[in-house]
Nanobody, 127 residues
Framework: QVHVVESGGGSVQAGGSLRLSCAAS????????IGWFRQAPGKEREGVSC????????YYADSVKGRFTISRDNAKNTLYLQMNSLKPEDTAVYYC????????????????????WGKGTLVTVSS
């Protein structure tokens, strides 16, 4: 059974850094598209970053380009999101998600989401 579990959220001041982790089980990262989404209070869920398993290409939302880095450790079957230069507007619950059809574009996954979701981890950035 496919499971993804996020960790690493917390509170940080603006300009600080956090690294989120997503432990995957029941599937191999190489075989799935996998990514990070977030939902801020009162706002709709949005895509943050994802990796397509077909060629390992990465995709980022414009709002996080140059500040966030997605990566995966296949040996640990774990996905990461390194978040630097955090801003108050990055405050949200961050969700890890995975999809067994790995061939779509990042914009597709951002628009339609993925099949499997974690419960989320809260990131709070204070000014």
């Amino acid at each position: 059974q496919v499971h993804v579990v996020e960790s690493g959220g917390g509170s940080v001041q603006a300009g600080g850094s956090l690294r989120l982790s997503c432990a995957a089980s029941g599937f191999t990262l190489d075989d799935y598209a996998i990514g990070w989404f977030r939902q801020a209070p009162g706002k709709e869920r949005e895509g943050v970053s994802c990796i397509s398993s077909s060629d390992g290409s990465t995709y980022y939302a414009d709002s996080v380009k140059g500040r966030f880095t997605i990566s995966r450790d296949n040996a640990k079957n774990t996905l990461y999101l390194q978040m630097n230069s955090l801003k108050p507007e990055d405050t949200a619950v961050y969700y890890c998600a995975a999809d067994p059809v790995p061939y779509y574009s990042g914009s597709y996954y951002f628009r339609y989401g993925m099949d499997y979701w974690g419960k989320g981890t809260l990131v709070t950035v204070s000014s």
